[in-house]
């Protein structure tokens, strides 16, 4: 009993804790590359803290949906925090077909997020709610192509038993349409996290934000939740693929929590590497990448039932 409370404790220290250290990794990897020295580690964690004390600036025509948005994405993210399975254990919220509401609970907080920037009234935040629907309705399909790939890789439907126990004997049978899931997979996870070569979410050029576009009138505490509820879906991802990549069922409580944690900071590299090295695409090339994407998790998926 002791055991099961330390674990869920940890997991849940996990999931609210670590996802602001991620985007302060990403952003000290591309500023080494650079040459520069780059913001601390721990920078998202004081903006956060700074946001939450200040007040709030809105446009007149705002209304309820406004500050639904932030909310919903970042409880959202949280929730499916709670489906991924933890440091070598399960999740805390786990059942067979788990995986289809992970992606429903990451849609519904795009859907609240589009709609908050609708409900301001700018044609221009509207330019971006239209690009961003554009982009996750070709994101979404290559999700759920590569969750259906794990299943049918593993023989599971449910998050903890796929990325568990099972992977192990999977990856011995069906390796190479496991690493192309995986492949696409992180494709995904660049896209859904508004990441470069897709979304550069530190850029401010009218002409070709998308998911930045869409909180420009945020401020205060409901920028910080935008903030928190992107690091914590950048967190899921990162979790899914380590869980993926690395394996974390069956090493117990710290073996697994280090496991996870390396796990991440690879991903977080990963992610900090491919926007050192890459540029932006243009939009009309970024369907392109995400058709990729989904093609790749086809293959992987016809391997498996061929």
Known sequence: MSHDLARAGLQLALLAVVP??????????????????????????????????????????AGAAFHLGPVVAAAGALAAGLLVPGPGSPALLAFRGDLFLLAGLLAAGRFCT???????????????????????SLAEPALFLCL??????????????????????????WAPALLLCAVALFVVALAENSRIPVD??????????????????HSGPDLALVLYGAAVKLYV??????RLLLGGGGQGLLGGSLSLLVGLALFAIAVGLVESTMARLRLARVPQLLVGAGVLSLFAFVLLVR
């Open 114 to 136: 589009v709609l908050s920037a609708l409900d301001t009234g700018s044609a221009f935040e509207g330019m971006g709610a239209a690009r961003e629907v554009t982009f996750a």
């Open 148 to 173: 259906l790939t794990l299943s049918r890789a593993t023989g599971e439907l449910s998050l903890s038993a796929m990325l568990g126990p099972a992977l192990g004997p999977a990856w011995a049978l």
């Open 200 to 217: 550069d979410p530190t850029t401010h050029l009218e002409l070709t934000m998308i998911h930045e576009v869409m909180v420009l009138d």
């Open 237 to 242: 991802f990162g979790a899914l693929l380590a």
């Open 20 to 61: 602001p250290l991620l985007p302060g990794i990403v952003s000290r990897v591309k500023a080494r590359v650079a040459g520069r020295k780059g913001p601390p580690l721990l920078q998202l964690y004081s903006d956060l803290a700074r946001l939450c004390r200040k007040g709030e600036v809105k446009s007149t025509t």
